[in-house]
Structure formats: C-alpha cells, structure tokens
C-alpha cells in the first residue's frame, strides 16, 4: 500500500502527517509506503509487515514481534518499548527516545543492512516521489552511516540460530528447537 498527498499538494510531506495512529498495528504481512508522519503507536505489535514512514510519534515499534519498520525522520518517546522481535531502522536515532529496556538493542548497519536499506529506500522513493528518500539516495553512503538499526538481542540469538541450523542442513523440527534454546538463554 502507497500512502502519499496528492500530487498537487502545496506543503512539505516530511512536516506533515500522512497516516494517523495505530497504522501498522498488528501488522501480519504485505508493505506500506507512508511519505510523511504518523501519529503515536507506529508498527505497535507488528508481527510481519515491512512498513516505511519519514517520521513517527511517541510509542513506535511498542510489543512489535517481527516484521520491519523504517523510520526516515524523528521518532517520539519511549520508542521500542517492549519490543521482543522484528527490525527497526531509524535515522539520525535520539537515543534519550528509545525505552531504556531497548537501549542495548541498538547497532550499527552491517553492509548487508546497508544494501537492503537502500533497496527499501529506492522503492520508497519510486513508490512515493518523497524528496526526503531522493535526498538520502543522492548521497548513500553518508545516508546509511546515520541509520541505527534496533534488533532485540533475544530475537538477534534467534534469527542466528536459524540461520546455523539451515546452514547446517538440520531439519524443520532441529531447526525450531535450536531458536527454541536460543530463545530461553537470550
């Protein structure tokens, strides 16, 4: 889904709200494209969805579980809060808003992170004409090196231990018991 103002539009998209509160809430699947703001509780208990907005209010990513969500402007207070699963990508991050439970959550973009990033941005940009994807597009590299990337450590151990159980040619249920393991030590 594309959400953007209407091509006649005469004010800035990135100042303004495009979607309201609550959107992305209890996301299971499918993308949205959202050029401008969102009202608080962006992506709360997003479980699968990819979800890319220039902006969010207070609460974004709350419970979310899995899922993406990339934030291409500010975010409000206590972002992350009970955040147990999924990936959020956040420019320019003001630590002081994310809930101190999630504050060790928060890392640096691997190159692969900076490759998926871009194509996400690019689509944004494509999907929606924003001018503030255009602009990070213009200078990539500068762009990703203000991204931070949240992705709770438990949900981390996880992901890792699917990916060295596939790796290894284990079986559906080997692999689930390994994510299960990983999961009870965190």
Do not use: Q
């Not at 699947?29 to 969102?38: M, Q, S, V, Y």
């Not at 902006?55 to 974004?60: N, S």
């Not at 941005?121 to 949240?150: M, N, Q, Y």
């Amino acid at each position: 889904m594309i959400v953007r103002p209407d091509r006649g539009a005469d004010h800035l998209a990135e100042y303004s709200t495009i979607a309201g509160n609550t959107i992305g809430y209890g996301a299971t699947g499918g993308e949205l494209f959202l050029r401008g703001r969102t009202g608080e509780r962006f992506c709360v208990r997003n479980s699968g969805a990819l979800v890319v907005s220039e902006g969010v209010g207070d609460h974004g990513c709350e419970y979310m579980t899995g899922g993406t969500a990339v934030v291409l402007g500010e975010t409000g207070r206590n972002f992350a809060a009970g955040m147990s699963g999924g990936v959020a990508y956040v420019i320019d991050l003001d630590r002081d808003n994310v809930n101190s439970g999630n504050l060790e959550a928060i890392e640096a973009l691997s190159d692969t992170d900076k490759a998926w990033l871009h194509d996400v941005v690019r689509r944004h940009f494509e999907e929606t004409g924003s001018t503030v994807a255009e602009k990070l597009l213009a200078d990539w590299d500068a762009a990703a090196a203000r991204f931070s990337k949240i992705i709770p450590t438990t949900y981390k151990a996880v992901l890792a231990a699917k990916d060295a159980a596939e790796l290894a040619g284990l079986s559906e249920s080997e692999t689930t018991e390994k994510m299960m393991e990983a999961a009870s030590h965190g």
